[in-house]
């Protein structure tokens, strides 16, 4: 705004005296500009880079990376939270989120623990391909699934299914290393027991500290099993835990896990305010979910036009957009891949997706034809804008 506009404004003259004293008996703080945008970046980095110092195999498909900081001391984070890995792949630029199954206070190193998906591309390249002393380019810890000592109870009733232990490993880690006053149940649902994920350390902890109940669940369970069988239900629970007033739930697994676990937990009264539940990527088989257009298939193809140069990719209907964009090369920004960070989203300016019951997508994003790319699927030819 030009100086003969802004004089004629009322306050002026108080405004600019107050200027001029702050100048002359304010402290100058010019030296130390920068100071704190310095320190904020320390803790919340856009970008670290990390070295691969050891590989821990845990089961037949699962492994743990351990990563130290190569050139930046790694900031903290809450047990619970999750890097993306970025990376490149037979071309294709994209990134996966993997929850941190060590301690936050262990200061020394991330451990990521990855289990092998099938076609996997991102799960089978850090498994097969890398090796100790490689670096790996990632984001700074992120994510909501973490307990809050303010407003969570002091019992914590876990679920986890598969892979989905990583984060709850973490909070028991801690539990057990700071001394924390808190009690852990932990039902862990697997296949059989070979896929159990930390299943020996988790024994040697509920064996050794009182404060943490380990609940192998196990579907096909051997002959020299005599465990949980079968899944995670409401009389499981009630019979292991009680009352459930005061109790906070956490469940991290795959939707299929979901989809029978919560309706257990109806059952049992807990409402919704009160479980904690880990988002865990796109769904596998969108198709099957009710409101899937049945007249689409999951290999059909649809051309999408790039708005801004009118460049155009292809689609397949079964894979979320943010995958055709990676692999034509016009990747959007991402963190979490399930519909929560929001990094990803773009306006679609023709065409319709289908989107899975339960996307946070904003009311005003909605308005406005916004959509996560990461958790949207092309039903038909597209033109979106980024």
């Known amino acids: 705004m030009r100086k003969e506009i802004l004089e004629n404004l009322n306050g002026y003259e108080t405004v600019t005296g107050e200027i001029a004293a702050a100048q002359k008996y304010g402290t100058d703080y010019t030296a130390e500009k920068g100071v704190v945008a310095d320190y904020v970046r320390r803790l919340h980095p856009d970008r670290l ?15 743990t990376l351990r990563l130290t900081a190569s050139n930046t001391p790694l900031p903290p984070f809450l047990a619970g939270q999750y890097v993306a890995l970025y990376l490149e792949i037979d071309g294709i630029r994209t990134a996966r989120p993997y929850s941190i199954s060590s301690a936050p206070n262990q200061t020394g190193y991330y451990d ?13 390249h850090l498994l097969d391909a890398v090796a100790v002393g490689d670096l790996l380019e990632s984001s700074g810890p992120a994510g909501q699934f973490y307990h809050n000592p303010i407003i969570h109870g002091r019992t914590m009733i876990c679920i986890a299914g598969g892979s989905g232990i990583t984060p709850i490993m973490s909070m028991i880690r801690e539990i057990v290393d700071r001394g924390l006053d808190r009690h852990v149940v932990l039902f862990y649902g697997n296949r059989s027991l070979k896929d159990a994920i930390f299943h020996e350390e988790l024994l040697d902890i509920a064996q050794g500290c009182d404060r943490i109940d380990y609940v192998p669940v196990v579907e096909q369970p051997g002959d020299d099993y005599s465990g949980q069988c079968g899944y995670i239900t409401a009389t499981a629970i009630q019979q292991r835990v009680g009352d459930i007033a005061d109790k906070t739930f956490f469940a991290c697994g795959p939707q299929a896990m979901y989809d029978f676990c919560f ?6 009264g807990v409402p919704r305010r009160r479980i904690r539940r880990e988002m865990y990527g796109a769904p596998t088989q969108i198709w099957q979910h009710p409101g899937w257009p049945g007249s689409v298939g999951p290999q059909d193809r649809f051309t999408v036009t790039v708005a801004e140069d009118g460049t155009t990719f ?3 209907a079964g894979q979320p957009l943010l995958v055709a964009m990676e692999k034509a090369g016009r990747p959007a920004p991402s963190l979490c891949r399930c519909g929560e960070c929001s990094l990803c989203r773009v306006k679609i300016v023709s065409g319709h997706v289908f989107q899975p019951p339960g996307v946070m997508v904003r009311a005003s994003d909605r308005q406005f034809g916004y959509v996560h790319a990461c958790m949207s699927y092309p039903i038909e030819d597209l033109t979106i804008l980024w």
């Open 112 to 124: 990521l623990t990855v289990r092998r998906v099938d076609n996997g591309l991102v799960s089978n």
């Open 314 to 316: 292809e689609a397949e």
């Open 49 to 63: 880079t990390l070295r691969v110092s050891r590989i821990i195999d845990e089961t037949p498909s699962t492994k």
């Open 263 to 268: 309706p257990e937990l109806e059952k049992l």
